[in-house]
């Protein structure tokens, strides 16, 4: 099994934060030292993001395995925050190791990130297809623009922006291995019934801005949700916005 690169700090209840696709774990700085607060604060990168290694096979099950012989490690159940494509690992952990998992704080996640007749709380096959197509042509020129994109109408947006900027850019680029696995993932992951057998308090949170998924999806499951009036990218939320701090207040 694929070790993972994972930054530890802080004292209190276990906190692991699950980061999207294409990116790494380094996008969460500006929030973790105010999680570490309270929290004993795990950010990993995923298989074959930043600093971990690829998986031989990149699944949706291979990934969430990995996640797990994390979490068994840390004493007691955590938390689990995950945003994107680290929200369906965090999902496919609350069902396949219910053990391990405290609660789930979602952020801009769906179940199934397609849109088809019966789920219209997505975006268009299309639409995801030509997001891989560009990162696949220039990565890096793709997420400079995902990001300004994030922090477009904040307050501190140039500066949130070049601080993420120097975070992304820090750590290798995935693979074009790993990058197709897992937008294959995204493209044919359907938790739409898995959900339902979920026990874990869950706060699903969402942004009227969010980009990928759409942000009207969340109000189309049955988790409870909170939205904002941004995006949920989590480096320019802060901790408050995510209802992590307080136990009360996810359901």
């Known amino acids: 099994m694929t070790a993972l690169h994972v930054q530890s700090v802080g004292q209190g209840p276990p906190l692991v934060l699950l980061h999207g696709f294409a990116l790494h774990g380094g996008l969460f700085a500006p929030i973790v030292p105010a999680l570490a607060r309270h929290h004993r604060v795990h950010v990993v990168d995923l298989p074959g993001h930043g600093h971990s290694k690829p998986l031989p096979e990149m699944t949706l099950e291979t990934a969430t395995v990995t996640v797990a012989s994390l979490a068994s490690t840390l004493g007691e159940p955590a938390t689990i925050c995950g945003w994107s494509f680290g929200g369906l690992v965090a999902l496919r952990l609350a069902r396949d190791h219910p053990g391990l998992v405290r609660r789930l704080v979602l952020a801009s996640t769906t179940p199934r990130f397609v849109s088809g007749g019966d789920w219209p709380h997505a975006m268009a096959a299309t639409t995801l297809a030509r997001f891989g197509d560009e990162l696949a042509v220039s990565y890096r020129h793709t997420l400079q623009r995902f990001l300004s994109l994030q922090v477009q109408g904040s307050e501190a947006g140039r500066a949130t922006l070049a601080t993420l900027r120097h975070e992304l850019f820090a750590r290798a680029a995935p693979s ?50 909170r939205t904002r009036g941004t995006s949920t990218f989590p480096a320019r939320r802060t901790p408050r916005s995510f209802r992590i701090a307080t136990p009360s207040r996810a359901p």
């Open 176 to 225: 074009p291995a790993t990058l197709s696995s897992v937008l294959r993932i995204l493209a044919e992951t359907d938790l739409r019934e898995e959900v339902r057998t979920i026990a874990a308090p869950t706060l699903v949170v969402t942004g009227e801005r969010d980009a990928l998924p759409l942000p009207q999806r969340a109000r189309g499951s049955r988790m409870r949700c």
